[in-house]
């Protein structure tokens, strides 16, 4: 089960401190810092690699070693959850003002150049994150290396190749480090961003003698292949179906809702919460997310307690091409179809 309280995300519960931050403390200047203070250990990582890929370094800005991960290029994509849980493939525990589940990075391989390199997306967090210039955004991609700041955690996502020269000064690294390339940077505020969903009750076919059902009303499934919508599309892509104490529900989901990413899970920040539908606590706060893009459509884990399972087989991240069915927590039951 997932121990985390059900407090909503404005208090203060006995693992996250949750508050405004100062962020007139967090100058561009402080990356510079937090790198040279971490230069050997950064040059060591790097010198070791020998595949293409990415290497995350996350710091706070006193702590002496950073947390580190090597993503080597995936074919495809390839998710990395930040956050102070433990599931988390980046573990900031540290990082008391930081959400359980805080960030989604994706990777995208060479075959999706148009994409960018990587995306991130704050997982509808009140801390969110900062790019370089220490302007709060509520996600970005990139054609490289990034840098950026979640609460009080610096991230340094730098592009290798493999074959990276030993540059023996700090300054000489620090002055080889590809410019940032922002391809797209959604702006945020202290407004809320939520994506409004509808969840509908399933349609029925009474019997007029008895009153109860005898039939549902289901749309045909679609093709079993599809092309990729206009990502600002408002129309109706797909239908997420699932059952409740209130019956079976239905919830219409366009290319648009589906592209800034659909958190699913117990926490009201998520946009399919147990305030619209009922989960139990094998439901991870923040469990899981469907998420479009030039790939397609995606539901990925992110770090939850209990997994995902796509036909009875765990996943991390699984391409949704057909009408499919997943289970949340080993007991939440949702059904995909197209339009």
Request: proline fraction near 3%; charge should be neutral.
């Amino acid at each position: 089960m997932d121990n985390t309280t059900d407090e909503p995300h404005h208090r203060v519960n006995e693992k996250t401190i949750y508050g405004n931050v100062d962020i007139s403390t967090f100058a561009p200047g402080l990356y510079k810092e937090i790198f040279r203070n971490n230069f050997d250990f950064i040059r060591a990582r790097i010198l070791e690699n020998k595949t293409r890929g990415y290497l995350i370094f996350a710091s706070l800005r006193k702590q002496r070693t950073p947390e580190f991960l090597s993503v080597g290029e995936p074919a495809i994509v390839r998710d990395v959850i930040v956050g102070r849980h433990e599931n988390c493939d980046i573990h900031l525990a540290d990082d008391s003002s930081l959400s359980l589940r805080h960030l989604l990075l994706r990777f995208y391989g060479t075959k999706t150049e148009d994409c960018g390199c990587v995306r991130i997306l704050d997982l509808n967090t009140s801390a969110g994150f900062f790019d370089k210039s220490n302007t709060k955004v509520a996600g970005l991609t990139s054609n490289g290396t990034v840098f950026l700041r979640a609460s009080q955690s610096y991230l340094f996502i730098i592009r290798v190749e493999g074959n990276e020269e030993n540059y023996d000064t700090f300054d000489a690294m620090w002055s080889s480090l590809p410019e940032q390339s922002i391809k797209e940077d959604l702006d945020t505020d202290s407004s809320d961003t939520r994506i409004s969903i509808t969840v509908r009750p399933r349609l029925k076919l009474l019997s007029n003698s008895e009153s109860r059902a005898i039939s549902c009303i289901t749309r045909v499934p679609g093709p079993t292949h599809y092309e990729i919508p206009d990502l600002g599309d408002r129309r109706i892509f797909g239908f997420l179906f699932t059952d409740s104490n209130r019956g079976e529900l239905t919830i219409n989901l366009s290319a648009e809702q589906l592209s800034k990413g659909i958190l699913i899970g117990r926490y009201p920040r998520c946009e399919i919460a147990d305030e619209k539908i009922t989960m139990s606590k094998n439901i991870s706060r923040v469990h899981a997310m469907l998420l479009l893009d030039l790939t397609g459509l995606w539901i990925i884990d992110i770090a939850s307690t209990n997994k995902t399972r796509v036909n009875d087989l765990l996943y991390n991240s699984f391409k949704i091409e057909k009408t499919t069915k997943f289970v949340l927590g080993g007991e939440k039951e949702f059904r995909w179809i197209f339009s």
